[in-house]
Protein backbone atom coordinates (compact mmCIF):
# COMPACT_ATOMS: atom_id res chain seq x y z
CA UNK A 1 0.00 0.00 0.00
CA UNK A 2 3.04 2.27 0.80
CA UNK A 3 3.08 1.75 -3.44
CA UNK A 4 0.38 3.48 -3.96
CA UNK A 5 0.43 6.04 -1.79
CA UNK A 6 3.89 6.91 -3.52
CA UNK A 7 1.92 6.75 -6.89
CA UNK A 8 -0.90 9.16 -5.91
CA UNK A 9 1.65 11.52 -4.65
CA UNK A 10 3.18 11.69 -8.20
CA UNK A 11 0.27 12.01 -9.97
CA UNK A 12 -1.05 14.82 -7.63
CA UNK A 13 1.96 16.49 -8.19
CA UNK A 14 0.86 16.58 -11.97
CA UNK A 15 -2.73 16.87 -11.49
CA UNK A 16 -2.37 20.18 -9.26
CA UNK A 17 -0.99 22.03 -11.47
CA UNK A 18 -4.14 21.82 -13.90
CA UNK A 19 -6.91 21.98 -11.47
CA UNK A 20 -9.34 24.40 -12.42
CA UNK A 21 -9.22 26.83 -9.58
CA UNK A 22 -13.22 26.63 -9.05
CA UNK A 23 -13.30 23.51 -8.19
CA UNK A 24 -10.59 24.05 -6.21
CA UNK A 25 -13.48 25.50 -3.65
CA UNK A 26 -15.31 22.37 -3.34
CA UNK A 27 -14.62 20.62 0.15
CA UNK A 28 -13.66 16.60 -0.85
CA UNK A 29 -14.41 15.53 2.54
CA UNK A 30 -18.29 16.79 2.41
CA UNK A 31 -18.39 15.66 -1.05
CA UNK A 32 -16.72 12.08 0.30
CA UNK A 33 -19.21 12.59 2.73
CA UNK A 34 -22.14 13.21 0.89
CA UNK A 35 -21.46 10.31 -1.13
CA UNK A 36 -21.41 8.05 1.97
CA UNK A 37 -24.29 9.67 3.40
CA UNK A 38 -26.39 11.84 0.71
CA UNK A 39 -28.95 14.11 2.14
CA UNK A 40 -31.35 13.50 -0.66
CA UNK A 41 -31.31 11.22 -3.69
CA UNK A 42 -29.62 13.31 -6.46
CA UNK A 43 -26.85 14.45 -3.86
CA UNK A 44 -24.89 11.70 -3.80
CA UNK A 45 -24.60 12.27 -8.27
CA UNK A 46 -24.25 15.85 -8.07
CA UNK A 47 -21.36 14.65 -5.47
CA UNK A 48 -19.36 11.84 -7.41
CA UNK A 49 -19.69 14.37 -10.18
CA UNK A 50 -18.11 16.93 -8.31
CA UNK A 51 -14.91 14.54 -7.11
CA UNK A 52 -14.30 13.73 -10.82
CA UNK A 53 -14.62 17.25 -12.13
CA UNK A 54 -11.89 18.13 -9.21
CA UNK A 55 -9.64 14.95 -10.78
CA UNK A 56 -7.52 15.62 -7.25
CA UNK A 57 -5.34 12.50 -6.50
CA UNK A 58 -6.04 12.23 -3.03
CA UNK A 59 -9.96 11.30 -4.32
CA UNK A 60 -8.25 8.67 -6.81
CA UNK A 61 -8.24 5.97 -4.08
CA UNK A 62 -12.06 7.16 -2.90
CA UNK A 63 -13.23 6.57 -6.27
CA UNK A 64 -11.39 3.50 -6.92
CA UNK A 65 -13.21 1.56 -4.13
CA UNK A 66 -16.61 3.22 -5.28
CA UNK A 67 -15.62 1.87 -8.75
CA UNK A 68 -14.65 -1.66 -7.64
CA UNK A 69 -17.86 -1.77 -5.43
CA UNK A 70 -15.67 -1.89 -2.18
CA UNK A 71 -16.36 0.80 -0.34
CA UNK A 72 -17.57 0.49 3.39
CA UNK A 73 -17.97 2.58 6.17
CA UNK A 74 -16.08 2.77 9.68
CA UNK A 75 -16.94 4.95 12.28
CA UNK A 76 -17.76 7.68 9.79
CA UNK A 77 -14.65 7.50 8.14
CA UNK A 78 -14.53 5.51 4.13
CA UNK A 79 -12.70 1.90 3.95
CA UNK A 80 -12.01 -0.48 1.72
CA UNK A 81 -10.85 -4.10 2.05
CA UNK A 82 -7.73 -5.11 0.91
CA UNK A 83 -6.41 -9.28 -0.21
CA UNK A 84 -7.78 -11.73 1.61
CA UNK A 85 -5.62 -13.11 4.60
CA UNK A 86 -6.18 -16.58 3.84
CA UNK A 87 -7.32 -19.21 1.23
CA UNK A 88 -11.19 -19.19 1.68
CA UNK A 89 -10.77 -17.55 4.91
CA UNK A 90 -13.19 -14.55 4.18
CA UNK A 91 -11.23 -12.43 6.38
CA UNK A 92 -9.38 -8.99 4.71
CA UNK A 93 -7.26 -6.25 6.22
CA UNK A 94 -8.80 -2.52 6.15
CA UNK A 95 -7.36 0.20 4.50
CA UNK A 96 -8.62 4.44 4.58
CA UNK A 97 -9.64 6.24 1.46
CA UNK A 98 -10.00 9.75 2.60
CA UNK A 99 -7.63 11.99 3.40
CA UNK A 100 -4.83 9.46 3.34
CA UNK A 101 -4.89 5.94 1.60
CA UNK A 102 -3.59 4.02 4.51
CA UNK A 103 -4.04 1.00 6.69
CA UNK A 104 -6.35 0.80 9.77
CA UNK A 105 -4.74 0.04 12.62
CA UNK A 106 -5.72 -0.14 16.44
CA UNK A 107 -4.48 1.57 19.34
CA UNK A 108 -1.08 -0.89 19.44
CA UNK A 109 -0.57 0.02 16.04
CA UNK A 110 -1.81 -3.63 14.74
CA UNK A 111 -4.04 -3.58 11.26
CA UNK A 112 -7.65 -4.53 11.84
CA UNK A 113 -8.68 -6.95 10.07
CA UNK A 114 -12.45 -8.04 9.16
CA UNK A 115 -15.04 -10.00 7.71
CA UNK A 116 -17.05 -8.06 4.76
CA UNK A 117 -20.03 -8.82 5.99
CA UNK A 118 -19.41 -7.59 9.29
CA UNK A 119 -19.07 -4.05 7.58
CA UNK A 120 -21.43 -1.45 6.72
CA UNK A 121 -21.22 -1.21 2.57
CA UNK A 122 -22.58 1.77 0.74
CA UNK A 123 -24.19 0.44 -2.11
CA UNK A 124 -24.01 2.70 -5.38
CA UNK A 125 -26.05 2.63 -8.02
CA UNK A 126 -24.17 1.73 -11.89
CA UNK A 127 -25.66 4.46 -13.07
CA UNK A 128 -23.53 6.41 -10.31
CA UNK A 129 -20.65 4.71 -10.84
CA UNK A 130 -20.88 4.88 -14.65
CA UNK A 131 -20.37 8.70 -13.65
CA UNK A 132 -16.24 7.75 -13.09
CA UNK A 133 -15.66 7.54 -17.16
CA UNK A 134 -13.49 10.06 -17.45
CA UNK A 135 -10.90 9.08 -14.55
CA UNK A 136 -11.14 5.31 -14.87
CA UNK A 137 -7.69 5.58 -16.27
CA UNK A 138 -6.20 7.07 -13.61
CA UNK A 139 -7.76 4.87 -10.78
CA UNK A 140 -5.97 1.63 -11.54
CA UNK A 141 -1.98 3.23 -11.70
CA UNK A 142 -1.26 2.70 -8.50
CA UNK A 143 -3.08 -0.72 -7.99
CA UNK A 144 -1.30 -3.72 -6.02
CA UNK A 145 -2.41 -5.80 -8.83
CA UNK A 146 0.50 -5.87 -11.56
CA UNK A 147 -2.42 -7.03 -14.34
CA UNK A 148 -4.70 -4.24 -13.46
CA UNK A 149 -1.90 -1.84 -13.89
CA UNK A 150 -0.89 -2.50 -17.16
CA UNK A 151 -4.94 -2.92 -18.53
CA UNK A 152 -4.29 1.09 -16.77
CA UNK A 153 -1.50 1.90 -18.88
CA UNK A 154 -3.38 0.81 -21.78
CA UNK A 155 -5.64 2.65 -21.08
CA UNK A 156 -4.16 6.11 -21.04
CA UNK A 157 -3.55 5.50 -24.76
CA UNK A 158 -7.71 6.52 -25.47
CA UNK A 159 -7.23 8.94 -22.80
CA UNK A 160 -7.29 12.61 -24.11
CA UNK A 161 -5.68 14.40 -21.27
CA UNK A 162 -3.28 16.16 -22.45
CA UNK A 163 -0.91 15.42 -19.06
CA UNK A 164 -1.29 11.91 -19.45
CA UNK A 165 2.31 11.48 -20.49
CA UNK A 166 3.64 13.22 -17.08
CA UNK A 167 1.11 11.37 -15.34
CA UNK A 168 2.05 7.85 -16.80
CA UNK A 169 5.90 8.70 -16.25
CA UNK A 170 5.22 9.45 -12.63
CA UNK A 171 3.55 6.00 -12.16
CA UNK A 172 6.58 3.87 -13.94
CA UNK A 173 9.47 5.94 -11.88
CA UNK A 174 8.03 3.87 -8.87
CA UNK A 175 6.92 0.68 -10.81
CA UNK A 176 8.46 -2.35 -9.55
CA UNK A 177 7.06 -5.47 -11.66
CA UNK A 178 9.32 -6.25 -14.33
CA UNK A 179 6.21 -7.07 -16.75
CA UNK A 180 3.88 -4.19 -15.92
CA UNK A 181 7.14 -2.09 -16.34
CA UNK A 182 7.41 -3.08 -20.41
CA UNK A 183 4.38 -2.81 -20.39
CA UNK A 184 3.87 0.72 -19.88
CA UNK A 185 7.07 1.97 -20.93
CA UNK A 186 6.19 0.50 -24.51
CA UNK A 187 2.96 2.86 -24.38
CA UNK A 188 4.72 6.02 -22.95
CA UNK A 189 7.63 5.52 -25.68
CA UNK A 190 4.21 4.71 -27.87
CA UNK A 191 2.78 8.07 -26.97
CA UNK A 192 6.21 10.22 -27.01
CA UNK A 193 6.65 8.95 -30.76
CA UNK A 194 3.32 9.60 -32.31
CA UNK A 195 4.39 13.53 -30.77
CA UNK A 196 6.85 13.70 -32.02
CA UNK A 197 7.70 16.14 -34.86
CA UNK A 198 11.81 15.67 -36.34
CA UNK A 199 13.67 12.69 -37.26
CA UNK A 200 16.09 12.96 -34.77
CA UNK A 201 13.06 12.59 -31.91
CA UNK A 202 11.53 9.58 -33.65
CA UNK A 203 14.34 7.79 -34.39
CA UNK A 204 15.31 8.49 -30.69
CA UNK A 205 11.64 6.93 -29.40
CA UNK A 206 11.91 4.18 -32.13
CA UNK A 207 15.22 2.46 -30.67
CA UNK A 208 13.83 3.04 -26.81
CA UNK A 209 10.40 0.95 -28.10
CA UNK A 210 13.19 -1.57 -29.61
CA UNK A 211 15.46 -2.08 -26.72
CA UNK A 212 11.83 -2.27 -24.04
CA UNK A 213 10.91 -4.95 -26.55
CA UNK A 214 7.19 -5.12 -25.41
CA UNK A 215 4.66 -7.68 -26.90
CA UNK A 216 3.25 -4.85 -29.12
CA UNK A 217 6.08 -2.79 -30.43
CA UNK A 218 5.62 -4.39 -33.84
CA UNK A 219 2.62 -3.43 -34.50
CA UNK A 220 3.20 -0.09 -33.02
CA UNK A 221 5.98 0.08 -35.22
CA UNK A 222 4.38 -1.15 -38.03
CA UNK A 223 1.01 1.47 -37.83
CA UNK A 224 3.50 4.38 -37.44
CA UNK A 225 5.49 3.43 -40.30
CA UNK A 226 2.11 3.68 -42.23
CA UNK A 227 1.17 6.89 -40.60
CA UNK A 228 3.89 9.36 -40.69
CA UNK A 229 5.00 11.72 -42.89
CA UNK A 230 8.42 11.71 -42.02
CA UNK A 231 10.25 9.88 -44.68
CA UNK A 232 13.34 8.72 -42.39
CA UNK A 233 11.29 7.75 -39.84
CA UNK A 234 9.33 5.73 -42.13
CA UNK A 235 12.09 3.88 -43.26
CA UNK A 236 13.64 3.42 -39.94
CA UNK A 237 10.70 2.30 -38.56
CA UNK A 238 10.19 -0.39 -40.99
CA UNK A 239 13.99 -1.40 -40.98
CA UNK A 240 12.88 -2.43 -36.89
CA UNK A 241 9.97 -3.91 -37.75
CA UNK A 242 12.24 -6.62 -40.63
CA UNK A 243 15.12 -6.96 -37.38
CA UNK A 244 12.14 -7.73 -35.00
CA UNK A 245 10.28 -10.20 -37.23
CA UNK A 246 13.31 -12.04 -38.02
CA UNK A 247 14.45 -12.54 -34.16
CA UNK A 248 11.20 -13.22 -33.15
CA UNK A 249 11.04 -16.16 -36.06
CA UNK A 250 14.53 -17.42 -34.44
CA UNK A 251 12.64 -17.44 -31.20
CA UNK A 252 9.54 -18.97 -32.30
CA UNK A 253 12.18 -21.64 -34.00
CA UNK A 254 13.88 -22.28 -30.54
CA UNK A 255 10.81 -22.28 -28.65
CA UNK A 256 9.42 -25.24 -30.85
CA UNK A 257 12.46 -26.82 -30.85
CA UNK A 258 12.03 -26.57 -26.88
CA UNK A 259 8.38 -27.97 -26.83
CA UNK A 260 9.29 -30.82 -29.16
CA UNK A 261 12.28 -31.85 -26.52
CA UNK A 262 9.67 -31.69 -23.49
CA UNK A 263 7.16 -33.57 -25.79
CA UNK A 264 9.41 -35.91 -26.43
CA UNK A 265 10.42 -36.62 -22.75
CA UNK A 266 6.95 -36.97 -22.05
CA UNK A 267 6.53 -39.53 -24.83
CA UNK A 268 9.74 -41.18 -23.46
CA UNK A 269 8.91 -41.49 -19.70
CA UNK A 270 5.94 -43.26 -20.73
CA UNK A 271 7.02 -45.73 -23.45
CA UNK A 272 9.87 -46.57 -21.77
CA UNK A 273 8.23 -49.52 -20.04
CA UNK A 274 6.18 -50.18 -22.69
CA UNK A 275 9.18 -50.93 -24.54
CA UNK A 276 10.84 -52.95 -21.98
CA UNK A 277 7.86 -54.97 -21.83
CA UNK A 278 7.16 -56.02 -24.88
CA UNK A 279 10.47 -56.25 -26.12
CA UNK A 280 10.52 -59.31 -22.84
CA UNK A 281 7.16 -60.79 -23.64
CA UNK A 282 5.98 -59.97 -26.90
CA UNK A 283 2.90 -58.50 -25.26
CA UNK A 284 0.44 -55.75 -26.40
CA UNK A 285 -0.31 -54.08 -22.96
CA UNK A 286 -3.45 -51.47 -23.79
CA UNK A 287 -3.83 -50.88 -20.41
CA UNK A 288 -0.11 -48.99 -20.11
CA UNK A 289 -1.55 -45.62 -20.20
CA UNK A 290 -3.85 -46.74 -17.42
CA UNK A 291 -0.63 -47.16 -14.90
CA UNK A 292 0.21 -43.96 -15.83
CA UNK A 293 -3.32 -42.87 -14.79
CA UNK A 294 -2.54 -44.80 -11.34
CA UNK A 295 0.36 -42.73 -10.74
CA UNK A 296 -1.31 -39.59 -11.50
CA UNK A 297 -4.49 -40.59 -9.42
CA UNK A 298 -1.56 -41.59 -6.47
CA UNK A 299 0.19 -38.04 -6.93
CA UNK A 300 -3.36 -36.33 -6.13
CA UNK A 301 -4.18 -38.58 -3.09
CA UNK A 302 -0.40 -37.77 -1.81
CA UNK A 303 -1.50 -34.27 -1.94
CA UNK A 304 -4.93 -34.83 -0.23
CA UNK A 305 -3.24 -36.86 2.39
CA UNK A 306 -0.68 -33.87 3.24
CA UNK A 307 -2.91 -30.85 2.72
CA UNK A 308 -6.39 -32.23 3.62
CA UNK A 309 -5.46 -34.64 6.39
CA UNK A 310 -2.13 -33.97 7.94
CA UNK A 311 -2.74 -30.30 7.21
CA UNK A 312 1.24 -30.08 5.81
CA UNK A 313 0.54 -27.29 2.88
CA UNK A 314 3.87 -28.06 1.72
CA UNK A 315 5.69 -29.03 -1.34
CA UNK A 316 7.43 -31.67 0.15
CA UNK A 317 3.98 -34.35 -1.12
CA UNK A 318 5.33 -33.99 -4.75
CA UNK A 319 8.58 -35.51 -4.14
CA UNK A 320 7.52 -38.40 -1.77
CA UNK A 321 4.50 -38.78 -4.85
CA UNK A 322 7.38 -39.91 -7.28
CA UNK A 323 8.48 -42.62 -5.26
CA UNK A 324 4.60 -43.70 -4.10
CA UNK A 325 3.55 -43.06 -8.07
CA UNK A 326 6.05 -45.83 -8.92
CA UNK A 327 5.36 -48.73 -6.56
CA UNK A 328 1.59 -48.62 -6.89
CA UNK A 329 1.41 -48.39 -10.59
CA UNK A 330 4.06 -51.03 -9.98
CA UNK A 331 1.96 -53.04 -7.74
CA UNK A 332 -0.78 -52.64 -10.35
CA UNK A 333 1.41 -53.97 -13.02
CA UNK A 334 2.08 -56.93 -10.83
CA UNK A 335 -1.44 -58.08 -10.54
CA UNK A 336 -2.30 -57.86 -13.68
CA UNK A 337 0.72 -59.98 -14.90
CA UNK A 338 -0.44 -62.68 -12.45
CA UNK A 339 -4.00 -62.64 -13.30
CA UNK A 340 -3.73 -62.06 -16.98
CA UNK A 341 -0.76 -61.61 -18.38
CA UNK A 342 1.06 -64.32 -17.43
CA UNK A 343 -1.57 -66.51 -19.82
CA UNK A 344 -0.85 -64.59 -22.45
CA UNK A 345 2.71 -64.36 -23.15
CA UNK A 346 4.00 -64.72 -26.98
CA UNK A 347 0.30 -64.46 -28.08
CA UNK A 348 0.19 -60.70 -28.93
CA UNK A 349 -3.64 -60.38 -30.33
CA UNK A 350 -4.92 -62.12 -27.27
CA UNK A 351 -3.13 -59.46 -24.99
CA UNK A 352 -4.13 -56.72 -26.99
CA UNK A 353 -8.02 -57.80 -26.40
CA UNK A 354 -7.72 -58.28 -22.77
CA UNK A 355 -5.42 -55.57 -21.58
CA UNK A 356 -7.87 -53.47 -23.54
CA UNK A 357 -10.97 -54.74 -21.11
CA UNK A 358 -8.67 -53.97 -18.32
CA UNK A 359 -8.09 -50.58 -19.68
CA UNK A 360 -11.60 -49.89 -19.63
CA UNK A 361 -12.17 -51.24 -16.52
CA UNK A 362 -9.60 -49.06 -14.79
CA UNK A 363 -10.99 -46.30 -16.28
CA UNK A 364 -14.48 -46.78 -15.32
CA UNK A 365 -13.33 -47.58 -11.85
CA UNK A 366 -11.32 -44.18 -11.53
CA UNK A 367 -14.28 -42.47 -12.69
CA UNK A 368 -16.23 -43.73 -9.94
CA UNK A 369 -14.05 -43.08 -7.03
CA UNK A 370 -12.20 -39.65 -8.42
CA UNK A 371 -15.10 -38.19 -10.40
CA UNK A 372 -14.22 -37.03 -14.08
CA UNK A 373 -11.89 -34.09 -13.09
CA UNK A 374 -9.35 -33.55 -10.27
CA UNK A 375 -6.03 -31.61 -10.17
CA UNK A 376 -2.83 -31.19 -8.71
CA UNK A 377 -1.28 -28.17 -7.41
CA UNK A 378 2.19 -28.12 -9.05
CA UNK A 379 4.86 -27.42 -6.31
CA UNK A 380 5.75 -23.63 -5.95
CA UNK A 381 9.33 -23.78 -7.21
CA UNK A 382 8.45 -24.84 -10.41
CA UNK A 383 5.74 -21.63 -11.16
CA UNK A 384 6.98 -19.57 -13.66
CA UNK A 385 10.18 -20.46 -16.28
CA UNK A 386 13.40 -19.67 -17.08
CA UNK A 387 13.42 -16.34 -18.88
CA UNK A 388 16.82 -17.38 -21.70
CA UNK A 389 15.98 -14.09 -23.57
CA UNK A 390 13.14 -11.39 -24.23
CA UNK A 391 10.03 -13.16 -25.65
CA UNK A 392 11.82 -16.80 -24.66
CA UNK A 393 10.79 -18.03 -21.59
CA UNK A 394 11.55 -22.25 -20.90
CA UNK A 395 9.15 -23.23 -18.33
CA UNK A 396 9.88 -24.93 -14.70
CA UNK A 397 7.62 -27.78 -14.88
CA UNK A 398 8.81 -28.72 -18.46
CA UNK A 399 12.17 -28.20 -17.44
CA UNK A 400 12.03 -30.35 -14.49
CA UNK A 401 10.21 -33.52 -16.65
CA UNK A 402 13.03 -33.51 -19.28
CA UNK A 403 15.19 -33.49 -16.24
CA UNK A 404 13.23 -36.65 -14.64
CA UNK A 405 13.49 -38.57 -17.88
CA UNK A 406 17.23 -38.16 -18.56
CA UNK A 407 17.45 -39.78 -14.89
CA UNK A 408 14.82 -42.42 -15.41
CA UNK A 409 16.53 -43.38 -18.34
CA UNK A 410 19.82 -43.56 -16.94
CA UNK A 411 18.90 -45.82 -13.80
CA UNK A 412 16.95 -47.84 -16.64
CA UNK A 413 20.40 -48.24 -18.52
CA UNK A 414 22.41 -49.00 -15.84
CA UNK A 415 19.41 -51.50 -14.92
CA UNK A 416 20.00 -53.04 -18.20
CA UNK A 417 23.62 -53.06 -18.55
CA UNK A 418 24.68 -53.13 -15.35
CA UNK A 419 22.99 -55.54 -13.00
CA UNK A 420 22.03 -59.27 -13.10
CA UNK A 421 18.58 -58.66 -13.15
CA UNK A 422 19.09 -56.65 -17.15
CA UNK A 423 21.50 -59.67 -17.93
CA UNK A 424 18.56 -61.89 -17.54
CA UNK A 425 15.62 -59.81 -19.45
CA UNK A 426 18.57 -59.12 -22.39
CA UNK A 427 18.87 -62.41 -22.80
CA UNK A 428 15.36 -63.34 -22.12
CA UNK A 429 14.30 -60.48 -24.85
CA UNK A 430 16.61 -62.42 -27.36
CA UNK A 431 16.01 -65.98 -27.26
CA UNK A 432 13.78 -67.06 -24.30
CA UNK A 433 13.75 -71.02 -24.35
CA UNK A 434 18.14 -70.89 -24.60
CA UNK A 435 17.57 -68.67 -20.74
CA UNK A 436 15.30 -71.12 -19.29
CA UNK A 437 17.66 -73.86 -19.97
CA UNK A 438 20.60 -71.89 -18.55
CA UNK A 439 18.25 -71.47 -15.50
CA UNK A 440 17.06 -68.25 -15.90
CA UNK A 441 13.74 -68.57 -13.69
CA UNK A 442 11.62 -66.68 -16.74
CA UNK A 443 8.13 -65.91 -14.68
CA UNK A 444 9.80 -64.51 -11.89
CA UNK A 445 11.82 -62.08 -14.44
CA UNK A 446 8.75 -61.37 -15.94
CA UNK A 447 6.80 -60.61 -13.01
CA UNK A 448 9.94 -58.09 -11.93
CA UNK A 449 9.78 -56.83 -15.46
CA UNK A 450 6.06 -56.28 -15.54
CA UNK A 451 6.66 -54.49 -12.05
CA UNK A 452 8.97 -51.86 -13.67
CA UNK A 453 7.11 -51.43 -16.85
CA UNK A 454 4.38 -50.37 -15.02
CA UNK A 455 5.84 -48.32 -12.30
CA UNK A 456 7.53 -46.00 -14.82
CA UNK A 457 4.27 -45.58 -16.31
CA UNK A 458 3.16 -44.77 -13.20
CA UNK A 459 5.96 -42.00 -12.70
CA UNK A 460 5.09 -40.80 -16.14
CA UNK A 461 1.71 -39.93 -14.75
CA UNK A 462 3.30 -38.15 -11.94
CA UNK A 463 5.13 -35.92 -13.77
CA UNK A 464 2.30 -35.71 -16.11
CA UNK A 465 0.41 -33.90 -13.15
CA UNK A 466 2.42 -30.37 -13.43
CA UNK A 467 1.04 -30.02 -16.99
CA UNK A 468 -2.79 -31.34 -17.13
CA UNK A 469 -5.78 -32.21 -15.13
CA UNK A 470 -5.87 -35.75 -13.60
CA UNK A 471 -8.74 -37.41 -15.49
CA UNK A 472 -9.79 -40.78 -15.75
CA UNK A 473 -8.98 -41.10 -19.56
CA UNK A 474 -5.93 -39.68 -19.37
CA UNK A 475 -3.49 -42.67 -20.59
CA UNK A 476 -5.78 -43.65 -23.53
CA UNK A 477 -4.30 -39.88 -25.23
CA UNK A 478 -0.60 -41.23 -24.87
CA UNK A 479 -1.15 -44.82 -25.38
CA UNK A 480 -0.48 -44.72 -29.19
CA UNK A 481 1.70 -42.19 -29.42
CA UNK A 482 3.55 -44.89 -26.79
CA UNK A 483 3.07 -47.74 -29.29
CA UNK A 484 4.56 -45.52 -32.10
CA UNK A 485 7.70 -45.10 -30.41
CA UNK A 486 8.37 -48.12 -29.41
CA UNK A 487 7.69 -49.45 -32.90
CA UNK A 488 9.69 -46.94 -34.73
CA UNK A 489 12.63 -46.94 -32.15
CA UNK A 490 12.52 -50.79 -32.53
CA UNK A 491 11.26 -53.33 -30.12
CA UNK A 492 13.08 -53.09 -26.49
CA UNK A 493 15.79 -50.94 -26.93
CA UNK A 494 16.14 -47.57 -24.84
CA UNK A 495 18.11 -45.99 -27.59
CA UNK A 496 15.46 -46.51 -30.21
CA UNK A 497 12.89 -45.17 -27.53
CA UNK A 498 14.90 -42.03 -27.04
CA UNK A 499 15.58 -41.46 -30.44
CA UNK A 500 12.11 -42.22 -32.05
CA UNK A 501 10.19 -40.27 -28.88
CA UNK A 502 12.11 -37.06 -29.41
CA UNK A 503 11.77 -37.34 -33.40
CA UNK A 504 8.19 -38.17 -33.36
CA UNK A 505 8.15 -35.01 -30.43
CA UNK A 506 9.51 -32.83 -32.35
CA UNK A 507 8.02 -33.45 -35.87
CA UNK A 508 4.45 -33.40 -33.87
CA UNK A 509 5.42 -29.19 -32.84
CA UNK A 510 6.39 -28.33 -36.06
CA UNK A 511 3.68 -29.54 -38.37
CA UNK A 512 1.40 -28.14 -35.42
CA UNK A 513 3.13 -24.79 -36.24
CA UNK A 514 2.17 -24.69 -39.75
CA UNK A 515 -1.10 -27.00 -39.75
CA UNK A 516 -4.07 -27.34 -37.24
CA UNK A 517 -3.15 -30.26 -34.44
CA UNK A 518 -5.12 -32.57 -36.22
CA UNK A 519 -3.62 -32.05 -39.33
CA UNK A 520 -0.30 -32.67 -37.92
CA UNK A 521 -1.26 -35.78 -36.27
CA UNK A 522 -2.00 -37.16 -39.81
CA UNK A 523 0.83 -35.96 -41.19
CA UNK A 524 2.52 -38.19 -38.05
CA UNK A 525 1.14 -41.16 -38.47
CA UNK A 526 1.68 -40.93 -42.82
CA UNK A 527 5.43 -40.35 -42.35
CA UNK A 528 5.59 -43.07 -39.70
CA UNK A 529 3.90 -45.62 -41.87
CA UNK A 530 5.69 -44.78 -44.85
CA UNK A 531 9.41 -45.25 -43.03
CA UNK A 532 8.26 -48.56 -41.78
CA UNK A 533 7.86 -49.60 -44.92
CA UNK A 534 11.62 -48.91 -45.15
CA UNK A 535 12.29 -50.29 -41.75
CA UNK A 536 9.71 -52.26 -40.90
CA UNK A 537 12.00 -53.52 -37.36
CA UNK A 538 12.44 -49.61 -36.52
CA UNK A 539 15.71 -47.67 -36.21
CA UNK A 540 17.06 -50.22 -33.79
CA UNK A 541 16.05 -53.68 -35.20
CA UNK A 542 15.71 -56.72 -32.64
CA UNK A 543 18.13 -59.50 -33.39
CA UNK A 544 16.36 -61.91 -31.14
CA UNK A 545 13.71 -64.29 -30.61
CA UNK A 546 11.19 -61.44 -31.95
CA UNK A 547 13.26 -60.85 -34.52
CA UNK A 548 13.42 -64.35 -35.60
CA UNK A 549 9.80 -64.92 -35.58
Request: aromatic share 8%.
Amino acid sequence: MNYTIKVWAGIALCLLMGKNAAAQSDSIGILISQVLDPPHDSARSMALHKLVALRDASSFPFLGAVNDKKIYVREGKPVTTGEETGEDSGVFPLYYLYPENTPVTDASGKPVTAEAGSLQKVDISRTDRLSLGPVLAYLNLANPDPKKRIIAYGQLLTTSDSSKMNILAEALQLEKDKDALTAGKEILFQMKLNASLSETEAKAYIDSLDSNWGENVTIILQDYAASTKLPAAKAYAAGKVTALETLQSRIEKAQNLFSGISLGSILILIALGLAIVYGLAGIINMAHGEFMMIGAYATFCMQSLFIDTLGINSDMFFFVSLPVSFLIAGVFGLILEKLVIRHLYSRPLESLLATWGVSLILVQLARSIFGDLTAVKAPSFLAGGWQVMPHLILPFNRLFIIGLTIVVVSLTYLMLYRSRLGIRIRAMTQNRSMSSCLGVETRKVDAITFFLGSGLAGLAGCAMTLIGNVVPDMGQTYIVDSFLVVVTGGVGKIAGAIVSGLGIGFLTKVLESFYEAVYGKVLILALIIIFLQFKPRGLFPDKGRIAED
